[in-house]
């Protein structure tokens, strides 16, 4: 098979359907992991590359943070982490030739998918001021050019620095402390746009914004409840987890709007019988609920656990952890009487008997975890949600007892770990002190900017030079016009990129892209072989080794970039040893053990097998370190998206051909969609009374309160067994119709999950 990038852009095909699958994985998966690795890179390097992958000596997947087991299987990856691999392993290569080629215009006008399919990028590049296509330029040059932008802002706050979730610790932990010492914490990521809502939630419920349990409290769980999450797609290696728990007597329960292959069967290709066999029925009890109404659904069980203790005194609720580890119960308790069973219904969809069998499994369980991910922490309502989440977790004492617990599911494979190390807009005192003490110096105070404040920020012309480590921010921010014509504003924008993306085709007035190693590739420096950490979502911190040689020596890793950057921009007087650091990883680790707590002997710890989890004060103790020194529960008024007569409320998501906005292809196996991303899920009744057809084509466009059209033209309609009253479509391409100020409470998170739309005639057609 050809290992030449297409010529054409196949995103322009039309898709075709078939109808979706019914259970995930098994043998069709291992072909076609086989068939896309194979489209990148030679026989040999793909066994010798994917063989490493998620293994103790080996590389962590530049895919989906799931932990890795204490005994690696042999292929502990699964299809989309091949996917992944092979896209950054990839043999194709970008170089001068390529950009002397494709004008940036040209460039604007290819798809996502295009871009990524042309390999990884060889070189720094330059777009002048005026100039229509980038050219080569020398690393100190590109350094020269970011702190001569840097030195004519007015303030440091006129800078931002996003974060990708690949950035591993120790970069991370640089990159940080650079924009702290130049005198920002305008530190923006990935996380602004996913799980902030969770954070926000946790932070004030329990104490901790991450989640609470283990692998093993999920194999010992005796009810798994899995709300706004396609593991299938997102986080397949979550399947062998579940599957493990269902053999071991769990009951698995999945609240989503739409029917996912994953949750409903699981064929595990690890093993024989998932292979060729009918493999496991994960789930026992599917809700499909509407989207944004789970804090209906998570109140109305609540209530019925009330009844249910009033019933039986002293059964169902654990008075003693309440009493003891909890504040606010009868505030909370007095609210929850008063939920009404007529909005729940209205609010959820649901049939009031399905809500009271999923309360009979919950009495049932002494063991309860709930997982979830986006379609929990994209709404307004998502911290209220989580809240929500977090009281029916207190009332039965599941959290800090083993099988149970919250767990959201991250995304990115660092994405926790850079906000431990310290990416976050809004950082602890506590945290700021200790940097401050370690590398004596003063560190800003004053809140930054997240995600989307950024961007309003470049809108206004408050900050004017915009730095990303790793992502494709243009694409997968909200708001696609709106955020591409705040980049445009800018003075100077800086990528560090492995490959080419939407957002080095959108730019200030100059433009870099700086070339960086991945996660697959070796890092060698006068000090030796270097490797990086990684914490993945369950708080576990452990060592990634890139095992090939780079694609080209002008690489840098994003160590070096950021602390010959630091160098440059900070002068020679400025006392952190950047150029010890940029050689010597192991002298990153030994400052940030002496900063953030749980590092203590970093050094020795991660290069123990399989590393070292983090504290987590109420999985360890249960002690709760809140404003109140207890597990809070808090009072969430019902409230869910209303959705006008005539209109849909569409939710984006992942083809199960791509990761975040990495497009790998242009298929959505399970869903049946081959071919082609333009596609609208809708339920054939909402399909029929709007009067569109299967197959027929319509213009999506969004309605807020701004009274702006957002408009994505061109998709064909799907007749799908989604829940009544919504939709689903891919991102980026949709990113288009989520207003940039339609935002979380309190977490200020994009509302890409309920997007009020109407369909409208082709406009292309």
Not at 356 to 376: I, P, Q
Not at 675 to 698: C, I, K, N, Q, S
């Amino acid at each position: 098979m050809s290992r030449q990038a297409p010529g054409s852009d196949p995103a322009q095909d039309a898709p075709q359907v078939t109808a979706p699958k019914h259970a995930a994985a098994g043998l069709p998966a291992v072909v076609h992991s086989l068939r896309m690795a194979g489209a990148q890179m030679s026989p040999s390097r793909v066994v010798s590359t994917l063989r490493r992958v998620n293994q103790p000596k080996g590389f962590d997947c530049p895919g989906c943070a799931w932990p890795e087991p204490d005994r690696p299987h042999t292929a502990e990856f699964c299809e989309n982490g091949a996917k992944a691999v092979a896209e950054e392993a990839t043999e194709r290569r970008i170089d001068r030739e390529f950009f002397a080629t494709h004008p940036v215009a040209d460039l604007a006008e290819r798809s996502g998918y295009w871009l990524g399919q042309q390999g990884r990028l060889t070189e720094p590049m330059l777009l002048d001021a005026g100039a229509d296509r980038y050219e080569p330029v020398g690393w100190e040059r590109a350094f020269d050019i970011i702190a001569e932008e840097i030195a004519a802002l007015d303030s440091p706050d006129g800078a931002a620095f996003y974060t990708s979730g690949r950035t591993g610790n120790e970069a991370a932990f640089t990159y940080q402390l650079f924009a702290r010492q130049l005198g920002t914490n305008n530190l923006p990521d990935c996380s602004n746009m996913c799980h902030e809502s969770s954070g926000s939630a946790l932070t004030e419920t329990l104490g901790v914004g991450k989640g609470s349990v283990s692998l093993k409290d999920l194999h010992q769980a005796d009810l798994i409840i899995v709300a706004g999450q396609n593991p299938g797609t997102n986080h397949p290696r979550m399947l062998s987890a579940l599957e493990r728990a269902k053999r071991a007597g769990a009951r698995i329960v999945s609240v989503n709007p739409l029917p996912e292959a994953g949750l409903e069967r699981f064929k595990n290709p690890q093993t024989p019988r998932g292979l060729v066999g009918g493999g496991t029925r994960l789930t026992d009890l599917f809700l499909q609920i509407r989207l944004g109404g789970d804090l209906a659904l998570f109140r109305a069980l609540n209530l019925l656990l009330l009844e249910a203790e009033d019933k039986e005194p002293g059964t169902v609720l654990d008075r003693d952890f309440i009493e003891r580890h909890c504040h606010g119960f009868d505030a909370w308790e007095a609210d929850a009487r008063t939920t009404d069973w007529a909005a729940v219904l209205a609010a959820t969809g649901l049939p009031e008997e399905q809500i009271r069998e999923l309360a009979a499994l919950v009495l049932d369980a002494r063991k309860v975890v709930v997982c979830w991910a986006m379609g929990l922490t994209q709404h307004k309502h998502s911290v209220p949600t989580i809240r929500e989440v977090v009281d029916f977790l207190l009332l039965r004492g599941n959290v800090g007892r083993p099988g149970a617990g919250v767990c959201p599911v991250r995304g990115h494979s660092n994405v926790q770990g850079d906000r431990t190390m310290g990416i976050f807009e809004r950082p602890a005192a506590a945290f700021l002190d200790a940097l401050g003490k370690e590398f004596d110096f003063q560190p800003p105070r004053e809140h930054g900017h997240d995600t989307v404040d950024t961007i309003r920020a470049m809108r206004d012309g408050r900050v004017r030079v915009f730095f990303a480590m790793g992502g494709n921010f243009v694409a997968a921010s909200p708001d696609t016009l709106a955020t591409e014509a705040a980049m445009r504003r800018c003075r100077l924008t800086v990528h560090v990129s492995t490959k080419l993306n939407r957002s080095h085709a959108v730019t200030g007035a100059r433009a870099l892209i700086l070339p960086t190693l991945g996660r697959t590739d070796l890092d060698r420096t006068s000090r030796g072989r270097q490797f990086v950490t990684v914490e993945d979502s369950m708080g576990m911190v452990h060592a990634s080794r890139g095992p090939l040689p780079p694609p080209s020596p002008q690489l840098l890793s994003e160590v070096a970039i950021v602390c010959r950057l630091a160098r440059r921009v900070l002068g020679p007087e400025n006392t952190v040893p950047w150029e010890d650091f940029a050689e010597s990883y192991d002298l990153i680790r030994d400052r940030i053990a002496r900063v953030i707590p749980g590092f203590e002997d970093f050094n020795a710890r991660v290069r123990a097998p399989g590393g070292f989890a983090l504290p987590h004060a109420p999985r360890d103790s249960r002690s709760f370190p809140t404003t109140t020194g207890k597990a809070n529960f808090t009072v969430n008024p019902l409230t869910a998206p209303e959705v006008p007569e005539g209109r849909l409320l569409l939710q984006t998501l992942r083809s199960h051909d791509q990761y975040n906005t990495t497009v790998y292809g242009l298929d959505d196996r399970y869903r049946g969609i081959e071919g082609g991303r333009r596609v609208v899920l809708v339920h054939p009744e909402d399909a029929a009374a709007l009067g569109f057809a299967d197959g027929a084509y319509t213009d999506l466009v969004s309605e807020w309160t701004d009274g702006v059209e957002r408009r994505a033209p061109h998709f064909r309609v799907v007749h799908y067994p989604t829940a009544r009253g919504c939709a689903a479509a891919y991102f980026p391409e949709t990113n288009v119709l989520v207003p940039l100020d339609s935002t979380a409470d309190t977490s200020n998170t994009p509302t890409s999950k309920s997007v009020v739309i109407r369909l409208e005639p082709d406009s292309v057609a």
